[in-house]
């Protein structure tokens, strides 16, 4: 068990205002791994009043002495990796291997690539009788989800403290501990008292507390489209900057001059990784419709390879969702989906078999393909976070290219072509934020973000550093 009591408010562990608590469970078996404390608002001002008081030194120190710290905590977060590794593959159920190279790996890069970044970037220029600087935007509140908890914390943190921000995080009720651990990385890396606060609780409490507080200027959030419009609507009272990082229902659009083994299974890995608990997850796989049946059986048979397990066991590929509230979210989507009339290729929404002993109270799912999806009903057009995938066929590349647009959301997408030039075009015509093409990998020093309602603004890399900076205009006498 991995009780937590405490908040970390201005360099210390401050002890809550009430005695409230917030069980976190282990995905894998469903058992209560431990609590946090579910912070008041007074407990929230408190943080805030400190990442105020905080402001002011910290953004006027040199941005060299910032990287220091900043590769301090990347350091501090690698001697811990095992321990994050481990912790995230029970809080969120993502395989101990993946979880090892994904969850822990990307939060030290993060970390560590804005202290590099630190030495090359220019926070200020001339441009005419201007002196144009870039000033830190001053407190930013960071509320993160769940599903990639500790790298979605640290590209709102490191690139925050990076600009000379001081932060108050409010990290995901369902998969806080990894951002205690981080706390206390912090903490041993000596960073100034208040620079970095942290209160656990509720969204609609704590969360709300800190999207209000006059003292915040600005918020940058990731989480679901409906918790986003929320903040958006209170933030705007304080005319607050907003950063959005929201769902998605991104589409894989094979051509017909691609390679379809490699098309279909690089679709179906990257629409079940971490159980289709990814925003980017491409979950609608667009097909022409003559190789429909092709297609289809190499479906099936990619979503073979994906046997849910123990997300500690080594050679698990497929773990559980992340909570009790997910697996009867997506198993609703699959009895819909059946209702609305699409091919169960593979899958259902009944229990996966071989799931035994401490592991029956897991919130294992078992990995669906549904054929034929009408791009208009309701798995074609919502985020259903769980490992399913919907194909769906078009006539031509004009029709791929309006099915792939024709939804709320814009946040990833891909294309599949033998002709490379070929698959760039219909990539320029899609309205989304990252389009990878025939498999591109993952670039963290690309901009990340969506389009639609998948939000506003960008992070990673020399853009995500930016959204918490505001220009400022010198005008020099000549
Ligand atoms: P969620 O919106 O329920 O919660 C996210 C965070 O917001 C949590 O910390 C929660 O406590 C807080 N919150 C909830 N309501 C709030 C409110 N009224 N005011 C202030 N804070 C509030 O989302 P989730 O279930 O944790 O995460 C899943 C969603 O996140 C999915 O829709 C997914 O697509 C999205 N997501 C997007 C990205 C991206 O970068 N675009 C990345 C990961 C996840």
């Known amino acids: 068990m991995a009780n937590h009591d405490k908040f970390y408010i201005n360099g210390q562990w401050a002890t809550p205002s009430t005695k409230e608590t917030i069980d976190v469970h282990n995905a894998g078996?469903?058992?209560?791994?431990?609590?946090?404390?579910?912070?008041?608002?007074?407990?929230?001002?408190?943080?805030?009043?400190?990442?105020?008081?905080?402001?002011?030194?910290?953004?006027?120190?040199?941005?060299?002495?910032?990287?220091?710290?900043?590769?301090?905590?990347?350091?501090?977060?690698?001697?811990?990796?095992?321990?994050?590794?481990?912790?995230?593959?029970?809080?969120?159920?993502m395989p101990i291997k993946l979880s090892a190279r994904i969850q822990a790996g990307l939060p030290i890069?993060?970390?560590?690539?804005?202290?590099?970044?630190?030495?090359?970037?220019?926070?200020?220029?001339?441009?005419?009788?201007?002196?144009?600087?870039?000033?830190?935007m001053g407190v930013v509140g960071a509320i993160t989800p769940w599903n990639y908890p500790l790298n979605q914390i640290a590209l709102k943190v490191a690139p925050a403290l990076a600009a000379g921000c001081t932060v108050v995080l409010k990290?995901?009720?369902?998969?806080?501990?990894?951002?205690?651990?981080?706390a206390e990385v912090i903490h041993e890396?000596?960073?100034?008292?208040?620079?970095?606060?942290?209160?656990?609780?509720?969204?609609?409490?704590?969360g709300e507390a800190l999207v209000k507080h006059p003292e915040v200027d600005?918020?940058?959030?990731?989480?679901?489209?409906?918790?986003?419009?929320?903040?958006?609507?209170?933030?705007?009272?304080?005319?607050?900057?907003?950063?959005?990082?929201?769902?998605?229902?991104?589409?894989?659009?094979?051509l017909d001059d691609a390679d379809l083994a490699t098309a279909v299974k690089g679709t179906v890995n990257n629409c079940y990784l971490n159980s289709?608990?990814?925003?980017?997850?491409?979950?609608?796989?667009?097909?022409p419709e003559s190789k429909y049946a092709e297609v289809k059986a190499l479906a099936a048979e990619a979503a073979k390879a994906f046997t849910p397990g123990d997300p500690l066991a080594e050679t698990t590929r497929l773990g559980p969702l992340s909570s009790a509230m997910q697996l009867e979210r997506v198993r609703a989507y699959i009895r819909k989906g059946q209702e609305e009339g699409a091919e169960l290729v593979t899958g259902g929404a009944e229990a996966p078999e071989g799931i035994e002993g401490q592991l029956r109270g897991g919130y294992y799912v078992k990995p669906t393909v549904f054929g034929k999806v009408n791009p208009k009903s309701t798995i074609g057009q919502e985020e259903i976070f769980g490992p399913v995938l919907s194909i769906i066929t078009y006539k031509d590349e004009e029709e791929a290219i309006r099915i792939a647009n024709d939804t709320i959301y814009g946040l990833a997408g891909g294309v599949w072509s033998g002709d490379a030039a070929r698959a760039q075009k219909v990539a320029r015509r899609m309205r989304a934020g990252q389009i990878d093409i025939n498999g591109g990998p993952f670039n963290m020093a690309a901009p990340f973000g969506g389009f639609k309602q998948s939000g506003h603004g960008r992070e990673a890399g020399v853009y995500g550093l930016e959204e918490f900076l505001e220009y400022k205009s010198l005008q020099l006498k000549q």
């Open 29 to 93: 078996t469903g058992a209560v791994m431990g609590t946090v404390p579910a912070g008041a608002e007074k407990d929230m001002n408190a943080a805030v009043d400190a990442a105020r008081a905080a402001f002011d030194a910290w953004s006027q120190t040199p941005p060299a002495k910032r990287a220091e710290y900043l590769s301090k905590i990347s350091a501090g977060l690698k001697a811990r990796a095992d321990e994050i590794a481990k912790s995230i593959a029970q809080e969120v159920g």
């Open 109 to 136: 890069a993060v970390f560590g690539n804005y202290a590099k970044l630190l030495g090359e970037f220019k926070f200020e220029e001339q441009v005419g009788n201007s002196l144009v600087v870039r000033d830190p």
């Open 171 to 182: 990290p995901s009720e369902i998969a806080p501990f990894n951002a205690y651990i981080l």
């Open 189 to 206: 890396s000596g960073l100034p008292a208040g620079v970095f606060n942290m209160v656990t609780g509720l969204g609609p409490v704590v």
């Open 218 to 254: 600005a918020i940058s959030f990731t989480g679901s489209t409906r918790a986003g419009k929320r903040i958006s609507e209170l933030a705007a009272q304080g005319v607050k900057r907003v950063t959005l990082e929201l769902g998605g229902k991104s589409a894989s659009v094979i």
């Open 276 to 287: 289709g608990q990814t925003c980017t997850a491409t979950t609608r796989m667009l097909v």
